[in-house]
């Protein structure tokens, strides 16, 4: 996991793997705290710090997902993305920016609704007025509005 060249030290690819995944567990479990369990940002580093290294990968997916796919943690870090699903919710993106559907949602009617609207996995899309209430999405000339609670639990990968 360390490589030693003259005096410095270096992650290997592993290392740095191995790195990467424990700051993913410990914002998302931060993140669960804030958001679920109603905990304040200074009350949550210390259980992080004890569950990160226990929580598996198949536990932080789900737990991403749940949470909608967050992109930053209670303290505004960024969560690194698993690297098998680099999937942000819809809500996350910003204006103008372009996307793509995932082809897994968080549950089957989110994909119903998606296919009910003419948007299905691999649709591409470009992000085109963030209000209050909605977002609106251009994908193949036309304008889908999409109220933000829903948003938020869709998965899309940028482009």
Do not use: C
Not at 46 to 73: F, Q, R, S, V
Not at 119 to 139: D, Q, V
Request: charged share 30%; glycine share 4%; net charge negative.
């Amino acid at each position: 996991m360390l490589i030693i060249n003259n005096k410095t030290l270096e992650l290997t690819e592993e290392g740095k793997n191995q790195a990467t995944r424990l700051v993913r567990a410990h914002r998302l479990w931060e993140t669960y705290l804030v958001e679920k369990m109603g905990l304040t940002a200074e009350q949550i580093h210390e259980d992080a710090e004890k569950y990160e290294h226990i929580l598996t990968d198949e536990i932080l997916d789900e737990m991403e997902e749940k949470l909608g796919y967050p992109a930053h943690d209670p303290h505004g870090s960024p969560i690194p993305k698993s690297s098998k699903n680099p999937t942000f919710a819809l809500s996350n993106l910003g204006l103008n920016q372009f996307a793509k559907i995932e082809s897994h949602q968080v549950n089957d009617h989110i994909a119903t609704r998606l296919w009910e609207l003419g948007l299905l996995p691999e649709s591409e899309f470009k992000i085109t007025m963030i209000e209050a209430n909605y977002i609106e999405i251009l994908h193949q000339e036309n304008k889908i509005k999409l109220p933000k609670d829903l948003s938020k639990r869709i998965g899309v990968t940028v482009i």
